[in-house]
C-alpha cells in the first residue's frame, strides 16, 4: 500500500479490475479492509467514472499478512537485504543483469530465487 490509504481512481481503478481478474489479491484484501467506497467523476459520463476506496491501514496490513503466510507452498522469510546476487548479462543484453538471489543480513548464505540460475 502507497502512504495515500485508497486504491482507484481513473488509472489505478483499471489495472486494479485487471489484476482482479486474475485473482490478484489487492482487490480482495481492499474488500475485506475498506471502511469508504466512492464513484470518482460521476457528473461526467461512465468513460471516466472512477472507483475508489479509502482502506483502513492496519486491517489491511492484517488481511494481507494473513493471506500471504496461509498461502501453501509459499516460504515467508524477513530479513535485512545486504546484497544482490547477478547472473552475468546476455550477450544481446548488456549491462541488463537478472537478479537470481539475495544476501540477507547477518546469514552466510544466499537465498536463490530461480533454481535454474548458477
Known amino acids: 500500500m502507497s502512504c495515500n490509504p485508497s486504491f482507484g481512481g481513473i488509472g489505478k481503478g483499471h489495472l ?8 490478484g489479491l489487492c482487490s480482495r484484501i481492499c474488500d475485506q479492509s475498506g471502511v469508504h467506497y466512492k464513484v470518482l467523476n460521476r457528473r461526467k459520463g461512465p468513460a471516466v467514472w472512477g472507483l475508489r476506496a479509502q482502506i483502513d491501514r492496519k486491517l489491511y496490513k492484517q488481511n494481507m499478512q494473513k493471506e500471504i503466510l496461509n498461502t501453501p507452498l509459499l ?3 524477513e530479513g535485512a537485504v545486504e546484497d544482490l546476487i547477478l547472473t552475468e548479462p546476455e550477450p544481446e543484453h548488456t549491462g541488463k543483469c537478472r537478479v537470481s ?6 546469514r552466510s548464505a544466499a537465498m ?6 548458477p
Request: charged residues 25%.
Open 16 to 23: 486494479m479490475r485487471e489484476v482482479d481478474a486474475l485473482d
Open 101 to 106: 538471489g539475495v544476501v540477507l543480513a547477518r
Open 112 to 117: 536463490l530465487l530461480d533454481s535454474h540460475q
Open 75 to 77: 516460504t515467508v522469510q
